[in-house]
């Protein structure tokens, strides 16, 4: 660009289940639905935080232009959750059709139910039946991330799409290399202020923050059938 402007490559790190439930659950547009009727679709989803990104530069500032979308998510177990497990691929093969989106999944961590003596209970077909299931490193592939694209000599800018403030670290990491730009994203509604959720690096640093809204969160829904 002219004036003196760059065009600065953007990395979008996207912490896939706390981007959509932390949507899922702020905004009435989708307070009703099933959480699977509110999936974003990554691609769609940068491009909007890109654009609002950009909007929001005051005049002469740099500019962003999207360049990679690093996913991370939970995989259900091809066992307990076949038909969960199922949709999970189909959604990274129809994700990964951008080629600048990369998903990477991590299995999820189930907890078995036992009896009175500890042993582990089956079901009729012989299967472990499942007391609970929970996201397990998909955190520390954020955080490594994170850093490991500061680090890119053709990323400019990297922008961490989370509201974990177990992040902060790899944030104040980032920041520490002074190598590419860093920011951060936040759902925000105005009519609850106080329930925004925003990462702040260690110390006096600030970064800068884009917020999307209701109508961001909407727009980028994947409405694909996955079933």
Request: glycine share 6%.
């Amino acid at each position: 660009m002219g004036d003196g402007i760059a065009t600065l490559r953007a990395a979008v790190v996207v912490d896939y289940q706390n981007v959509h439930l932390t949507g899922h659950e702020l905004f009435q547009a989708s307070r009703h639905l099933q959480r699977h009727e509110s999936l974003i679709d990554p691609w769609m989803f940068a491009g909007q935080l890109i654009s609002a990104r950009n909007r929001a530069q005051r005049p002469g500032m740099d500019l962003a232009e999207l360049s990679a979308v690093l996913v991370y998510r939970g995989e259900p177990s091809p066992e307990h959750d076949p038909k969960a497990y199922a949709r999970n691929q189909a959604q990274k093969a129809h994700w990964e059709r951008e080629k600048c989106v990369t998903v990477q999944l991590r299995p999820l961590k189930y907890r078995y139910q036992r009896d009175a003596g500890g042993n582990l209970m089956y079901d009729a077909n012989g299967k472990r039946v499942v007391e609970s299931k929970s996201e397990k490193g998909v955190d520390v592939l954020c955080a490594l991330a994170m850093v490991r694209e500061a680090r890119r000599p053709d990323v400019d800018l990297v922008i961490l799409a989370s509201h974990d403030s177990d992040l902060e670290p790899a944030l104040d990491e980032a920041i520490a290399l002074q190598s590419a730009k860093v920011e951060t994203f936040s759902w925000f509604d105005p009519a609850q202020p106080r329930r925004m959720r925003q990462l702040r690096p260690g110390g006096a640093r600030r970064v800068w923050n884009t917020r999307l809204g209701e109508t961001e969160f909407v727009n980028c829904w994947d409405r694909s059938d996955y079933t």
